[in-house]
């Protein structure tokens, strides 16, 4: 099975186990690379992102992580950076650029917390969900030029709350053009996509994003893909990683390794 996992949260966000404890867990899975990607300064989303003053301390525990483990397991600095967010991402080894906001009539509104959240959306946009999706996967186009990232984190993050499509219809013509022009956009860019496995661990869907419709349009186009399971957890580290490596096979998609995606100075 894949040795590496790049998009992992800790307690200096969102997370429920210090870095500390992260990374011995990773170790004794066997794991040779470990990514932590802690979620950014956001003043709009202090519940789940690390405090701006802990910035220093974030990075000095990851670089003491990495000398503590030479030899046995590489260590990563990496952050999840929100579109939003306009704190400087300098500094760390990759930036995973994420859309978890809307931002509308001055409110922002999270995509993928509670279905309240979407409704207001709705409202703001004349009651219609399908606008609701349209302004995010217009957001989503801009997420490599705003947050200069070097992986796209969860492309359909919209559909969190979908999974039976009680919400919207994911194959709606308007839906489906509206994640085909963000991902015409972001193809031309070159930078792989998350394989992200979750919203499975949490219980929110059966399968990662993005949707295996999304993923064949992708995959037709030439895109790249990194295995990745969004934990917020030691116990979810490569959260379904193997039967996401058979799926991929299967669908022929390229996953890219550690030593392919990315090379941190």
């Known amino acids: ?53 802990d910035i220093p301390r ?35 080894d990759y930036v995973i650029g994420s859309v978890h906001y809307l931002h509308l009539n001055g409110e922002y509104l999270p995509v ?9 959306a709705a409202v703001l946009l004349g009651g219609d969900m399908l606008a609701v ?3 995010y996967y217009r957001l989503v186009a801009q997420v490599a030029e705003r947050t200069q990232c070097q992986l796209i984190g969860h ?10 499509c009680h919400l919207f219809d994911e194959q709606h013509p308007r839906y ?38 999304i993923r064949r349009y992708l995959r037709d186009r030439g895109a790249r893909f990194v295995l990745s399971s969004d934990s917020h957890s030691k116990d979810t580290l490569q959260f379904a990683f193997e039967r996401c490596e058979q799926m991929c096979r299967e669908e022929g998609l390229t996953l890219l390794n550690q030593l392919e995606w990315r090379h941190p100075s």
Request: overall charge negative.
């Open 1 to 53: 099975m894949t040795a590496y996992d790049y998009h992992v949260h800790s307690t200096f966000s969102d997370g429920q186990h210090p870095l500390a404890e992260v990374a011995e867990a990773a170790c004794a899975r066997g794991m040779k690379v470990l990514g932590f990607s802690d979620h950014g300064y956001a003043p709009y989303d202090t519940d789940n992102c690390m405090r701006r003053e």
């Open 58 to 92: 974030y990075r000095d525990a990851c670089w003491e992580l990495r000398a503590a483990y030479a030899g046995r397991m590489q260590i990563y600095c990496g952050i999840e950076q929100d579109l939003f967010s306009q704190e400087p991402t300098d500094g760390y």
């Open 112 to 120: 993928d917390w509670k279905r309240e959240h979407l409704d207001r």
């Open 133 to 135: 999706t349209e302004e």
């Open 155 to 164: 492309f359909d993050l919209i559909t969190k709350l979908n999974e039976r």
């Open 176 to 213: 489906v053009a509206a994640w085909r022009q963000a991902a015409d956009t972001l193809l031309k860019t070159g930078i792989p996509f998350e394989i992200n496995t979750g919203a499975i661990s949490r219980g929110y869907r059966t399968g990662p994003y993005p949707a295996a419709p």
